[in-house]
């Protein structure tokens, strides 16, 4: 369900918008909470909450839980263990969504870039909080959250609609809306998260050592908030910004340093110059440490 009905929403919306394109009150519910649900993903499930690149303050902590849990995408427990998996055995056995093809050809080359897109979603893949997320485990408040999950979830396609329902006063508009505002932002959402594992690990440029095959994919910057900017991220993963180069775009990374001068973030873990060029491959072409979240 996660994974087809919303491409089947996707092609219902596509033709619906060629048809009789899309109200204004529609493409701001799909924009509004495209914003809210991907930067609870990216700020707090990613930077916030995997990594601790800031220390938010209790209420920050709790409205970036509650954003990404609405994005329907895990649990903060069950993404974050995920997560880090990741990174301890980045494309290597162990990784629960790596891309490197298991054989010679472009069969083996598009069947790694499906699993590490989707195709891990189908597959066991043990959550092992006590391993992974133990910091979180004796975090009241995340635990809290994750129980209630499926409620922040359910939640993320019902204000849409009640939303659409309120302001039309019609079935069809509350419909519409659900749809963009609901079932057309979590598909999009869905596929720019799994490009990330994906994409970044297959295309794209690599300018730091990493000891794997992340790199920086700018295409998909401006729609993953700056997480795309992956291969920075590999080498130093506890930064707060990942696009760390003049003109990359870190939208990220803008809004943590609003939370840190409006006094709701301290310990922000800002790249320094110096320590970036150290890691450069132009400085060490053949070594490099391995990533560590």
């Not at 300018?207 to 992956?230: C, I, Y």
């Amino acid at each position: 369900m996660l994974v087809f009905v919303p491409i089947v929403g996707l092609i219902a919306a596509a033709s619906l918008f060629w048809a009789h394109g899309i109200s204004r009150l529609d493409l701001g519910l799909a924009i509004g909470f495209y914003l809210f649900t991907g930067l609870g993903i990216t700020v707090g499930y990613h930077r916030l909450f995997t990594h601790h690149s800031f220390r938010p303050s209790r209420w920050l902590s709790l409205v970036l839980g509650i954003a990404g849990s609405m994005a329907i995408e895990g649990s903060v427990i069950s993404w974050v263990s995920q997560h880090r998996r990741h990174h301890a055995f980045s494309d290597r056995t162990g990784d629960p969504h790596s891309p490197v093809p298991v054989g010679p050809g472009m069969r083996a080359l598009l069947r790694g870039l499906w699993h590490a897109h989707a195709g891990w979603l189908f597959v066991p893949n043990e959550v092992d909080a006590p391993r992974w997320s133990r910091d979180l485990l004796d975090d009241r408040d995340m635990v809290a959250l994750s129980s209630t999950a499926g409620i922040w979830a359910a939640l993320s396609l019902a204000i849409p609609f009640t939303i659409g329902w309120v302001v039309t006063g019609t079935l069809w508009g509350a419909l519409m809306a659900g749809l963009w505002g609901g079932v057309v932002r979590v598909a999009l959402l869905h596929h720019v998260t799994w490009g990330t594992n994906s994409l970044c690990h297959s295309f794209g440029s690599r300018p730091f050592e990493s000891q794997d095959r992340s790199s920086n994919l700018p295409a998909l910057a401006l729609v993953s908030f700056g997480d795309s900017w992956h291969n920075a991220h590999h080498a130093f993963p506890r930064s707060a910004r990942h696009g760390v180069d003049s003109g990359q775009v870190d939208m990220a990374a803008g809004l943590i340093a609003l939370f840190e001068r409006w006094g709701w973030a301290s310990d922000v873990r800002w790249p320094r110059p110096a320590t970036l060029d150290l890691r450069r491959v132009a400085a060490h072409p053949t070594t490099g440490d391995a990533a560590r979240w």
